[in-house]
């Protein structure tokens, strides 16, 4: 398909769905509500450091727990249930307070910023569960996703139909009557709206069929081409890694393993332990 600027970095002349250095340590900052973004030059692109917390006042999920990504790379987090993994993406996003630890994303520290601060940095954030409205339909979804913006939407949202055609099809449609595989691409797509730097996906893959799941993990890989940020919380750990540039085995909270994709998939000890052998 020529002209999509999803499909292939070679010949990708419009990257506007990256916004342009919008979070560097000089210049504009978006309006912020909670705490203060501070210039962290140097390091990964997004870095989870050390992360240590839990819900409210109740006892730490988290225990130092870090995850990274680079530029247009794809992370992928795996672990048994309730590891902590969709906790580990909210602490990322802003939904948890640290005790300890930090969270920089592209040379800066973004701690103490809320969620919707954290939006207005780059971050794009499809959560595990209730990612879509329901009621509305595909195309309102994807104007829901661009509530922040004050600029012309309509661009971002062809390059969305265009990465996944079958919405453009159905976008009058509820997106409540699509198909597992529809939804998920609703909610990708809705990230995607606020033209992220770094998309942050909790299991989008869940529910489908493996023929939808190589699909999505194609789309995603697109993405990522583009120059976008990938971390990605997954069940399908051995598809998963298949294309992960770095992979993470969470466990009680913990980092268990770390390494290339390819590196945990050959590690004896994670195919026994969290990739049934
Ligand atoms: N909102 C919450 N309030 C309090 N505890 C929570 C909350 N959400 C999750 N937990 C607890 O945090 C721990 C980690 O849960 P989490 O959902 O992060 O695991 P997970 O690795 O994403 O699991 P799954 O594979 O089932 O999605 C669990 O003990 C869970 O009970
Ligand atoms: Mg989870």
């Known amino acids: 398909m020529s002209g999509n600027p999803w499909q292939d970095g070679r010949g990708n002349k419009d990257r506007s769905i990256t916004k342009s250095d919008r979070a560097g340590s000089t210049g504009d900052d978006p309006v912020r509500r909670g705490g203060k973004a501070h210039a962290a030059p140097g390091g990964p692109f997004l870095i989870g450091d050390g992360m240590t917390g839990g819900y409210g006042s109740g006892a730490d999920i988290l225990h130092g727990c870090t995850l990274s990504v680079e530029k247009g790379q794809i992370a992928v987090i795996v672990g048994p249930n309730g590891a902590g993994k969709s906790t580990a993406m909210k602490a990322v996003f802003g939904m948890l307070n640290l005790r300890e630890g930090a969270v920089r994303l ?3 520290d973004i701690t103490d910023l809320t969620p919707q601060d954290r939006v207005a940095h780059g971050m794009g954030f499809v959560p595990q569960t209730h990612n879509i409205f329901t009621s509305m339909s595909v195309e309102e979804n994807l ?11 309509r661009g971002t949202m062809e390059q969305v139909y265009e990465l996944f055609p079958i919405l453009k099809e159905k976008r009058r449609q509820a997106a409540g009557e699509l198909s597992g595989g529809q939804r998920q691409q609703v909610a990708v ?3 995607l709206m606020t033209q992220p730097k770094l998309l942050m996906l909790d299991e989008p893959t869940a529910g489908v069929s493996p023929i939808v799941m190589d699909e999505l993990f194609d789309r995603i890989i697109e993405v990522a081409r583009t120059g976008i940020s990938i971390l990605m919380v997954e069940q399908n750990a051995r598809q998963a890694l298949e294309i992960a540039d770095r992979g993470y085995v969470l466990v009680q909270g913990r980092n268990a393993f770390t390494g290339t994709g390819q590196e ?3 590690d ?5 332990s969290f990739l049934g052998g």
């Open 143 to 153: 104007e829901m996703g661009a509530f922040l913006r004050r600029d012309d939407i």
């Open 264 to 266: 945990l998939l050959a």
């Open 268 to 272: 004896p000890e994670v195919r026994r």
């Open 106 to 108: 592209d040379g800066t």
């Open 189 to 191: 797509g809705r990230a």
